[in-house]
């Protein structure tokens, strides 16, 4: 195991990764969704982890282009295998293509015994790597996949003969050089499996904005409502886990006070894993409602002049530590959101009197089928 630091600013709530603004989700949480978008309108949803991967990796990978082809490509594999998404290794590198194999993708983590490739957004992120290595057009299709029962899965990066569109991407402005003041966060990253632990679970150390790019690919896939839906559950149900996790090691302040210690834990981890300021401002011991204001919050990150607050994700870690900390089924809506201009994002978790009243066994079911793909 190798030791990462990561850089956390106190001030603006940023977790720096090599220099570069990040978000720290869990291993798992962005395939997750690409499965979701799949059974929900079929193949062509996973268009939108293609073009996520190659057109925000895309000037991040920019900023470790070196003169020498074979370096170049070095510098980006490992810094890839880094940020967590697998284990890579160039095959064959030609003039203008090169074949890359993948050990423990994590695009095809939640899959398994699928009869298909499924590693789109890897193959979007390495088609970004073959246009930065070749200068040119290049697209990237898999051709062996660990959810076929493959030990590993293979990616061929080929040019599609139209030059690049060079466009001014969002990421270039989260750059920074290192600044002075930040608290530093460890992370272990184990370079045989690419893979990164962070606060005790594999995770994914994705450029900052990422996930709110993604969100957008969907929305313009999907539509607003159908993207909010689908992101709000899965969010919600991987956080109602990772709270339960909390509260099974029960710690000693736990122990001694369980509910000022989880909304502690979940504005630590909340700020840790770059996803935002959260502020407590209203909580009443013994009665299920929080409020709070999230500043910086990941989710609303290149959004500009929406008509309505974006953060779904967001609202749904508030809504699933909600959960956990009042023992009781919470849902949680987002007021205010510096994507339509508010200073900061604002969230109140209730307990929805019209929700569809969820049997105990089937809520069951679905924590135990989160906790064990978590688990993978
Ligand atoms: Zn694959
Ligand atoms: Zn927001």
Redo the contacts with the bound molecule.
Sequence with gaps: MEKLDLYYNRENGNVYHEGIASEIPDRISQPLLQRRVETLIGRKGLKASYNTGKSYMKPLLNTLHQKNKKESLDLMLKHLSRRGFGGLKCTELKKDYMKIR?KN?F??LPYSQSNK???FE?AGILAACGEVLMGEGMDCM?TA???QGNPY?DFHVFSHGLKTKEKKDEIINSIHPPEEGLVKHNAFHDPLRGETIFKDGSSLILPQGYMAHYQRELESLLGEKPTKKMEYILTKKSSIVTANTIKNKKAAGYLHSPVNFLLREMVKQTQSRGFGIPIVQEFYPGKPYLRLIVKNSFNAHGYFKARKPVCYRMAALCAGFGTALFNRDMDCMETKCTAKGDRFCEFIVYVNPHRRIQSGRSQKRSIQEMATLASL
Excluded: G
Aim: proline share 0%.
């Design positions: 993948v993708c695009n095809a490739k499924v590693c890897m898999e996949c660990t959810s899965c």
